[in-house]
């Protein structure tokens, strides 16, 4: 039995955890522990890998922001209005591309395969906006115009391709998931800070094109390397899990909850303000603080991401101590941004009490705008880290495929706050101002406060997800205990044999932490009759069926020969002895 089990885990999806936890069972230096410690490397190189991605993505994603407002102003002779525009150009594809993405990635046998190709597409748009100057100085600002939302629009689109294989390949290959998507958000921190700093000082030592030229390169060679992992072929229905498709309603109506609403609200609201600061925080800070340079802007934004960067990696060891609940991290991610909002403009009130500080008044604007930025990116953090986990764990006793459905939602969400963000800045900001415009968007977020209290105190708490999968599945009511009550045992060994195991299948669950089905994917693996399926006849007890027994004739005595051969020898020994006693 040893054996058999060594060969589900060489058959499995690569678990670390799954692994490691079988592994005692194994023999040492037996072929099976070899490929349980390779898989086990190569379950912490695609995590690495998955790292790495997420960061060059959001690096080239936030590359531009430091500069591309204000050379579409200066050199390109843009409104602000066709600015915000161009800046939600990008977000506009994604939300697009969004629904086909989900399914593509949910459809898709060789995710890996996807992922990496969306990396190499991400780069290859890259490549075209590099050339968006020798555009404009040969057709004018027009055509510079249309050729950059072109190429915005194509990096939307495959970021979108991006988000959808990512999550998608976070909830099959890692069983910790909401650790995953924490350390991701680590790593979308870092590629953003490192994406602000780098854009701006190759801007200025290399111009327009350089910052794109290497976004390019180093998205290529991590699509390369993402290609050389060996991805679990499977078939199509096996991943679709053969659904009917009023199945899929059903669980779809269990989507609308309010816990649901809510973590898909805050997603939403912090890619809006991502948004919002992307397109008018360089013309704010230039105004309100005086003349800056692009390398000045692009460091002071970098103070966003680099929160933004430590922030998650402070929930990531909360949500794995589990030291705080999910709702209550978006809970305070709302206010957190609402008052960064409010002093980032900042309101009347606020320069009022500037005024009243015995420093000076620069030093005064310097502090309150850095201190908006950091509590900006702290409510922003607090807001996405548990959004993936907080919605998979609402639908998980639905199935894995409901799991994996809900994370459209999400990317939904960060598409649409994506695209709208830019949008309303840049419009409002044109008719009203950037104090009015804050105040709006602040106004239109205090209200999250409340509601993620109420989805906190209520009846459906996803604070008991470490209870295990079976006990969450299960319903202890009458109905299900009557029907427990009236259950019948075949009366054939074979069947009574397994009837029997089921009283070792609830510790053996419990024993093996993250063995849901809605983290492990086992393909099938075909095997041949015997003892692989049953086993032999020493472990197993002739089953008669006492009331029917009663009611007939007595049965013949057994001999003593095949007693012995149906305890505890084999069949071949007791028809020696049955030949032995009749010479006798």
Known sequence: MQHGQGLDVAHGSPNAATAVSLSCNIPHGSMAEKEVDGQTKEHSSLFFYVLLATGLAFWTRAMPTPFLPLVMSRDFHQTPAHVGF??????????????????????????????SWTLLFMALSSLLLALSHQVHDFAGPDAVFVALLVCRFTQGISQAYYMAANTTLISRSFTAVAYTVAMAEVAVGSGAQLGRLAGGLLF?????????????VALSLCALVGLMFEDDVQEDEEVCRGENPEDKQDSWKAFFTLRIFVTVAGVFSAYMVTGLMDSTLPQHLEAHLGPLSVSAVSAISSLRSLTYLLVSWQCAQVLRLELLSLEALQSVGFGLVTLGLILVAPQRFVADTESLLPSGNLANAWACQILALVLTSTGNAMLFVPGLPLLQAEVRHLGPAASERVSSLLMAAMSGGEFLGPIAGGALEEHCGFRESSALFAAGLAPGVPMGLVAFFGPQSSRSRDQPLLERQFSYTEESIDLAKNLTVPFDPESAYRFRRLAFLGPEVRRRVHSAPAQERRPFVPRLPGSSTAPSSIFRRIFLPEAKAATRAPLPPIPEARRASSYGHSGRSGGHGERSDRKK
């Open 204 to 216: 200025d030592l290399g111009g327009f094109g350089c910052p794109f030229l290497v976004a390019s």
């Open 86 to 115: 161009a800046m939600s150009v990008y977000p506009l594809g994604a939300f697009v591309a969004t629904p086909c993405a989900a399914a593509q990635a949910q459809r898709s046998s060789q995710i890996l395969r996807l992922h």
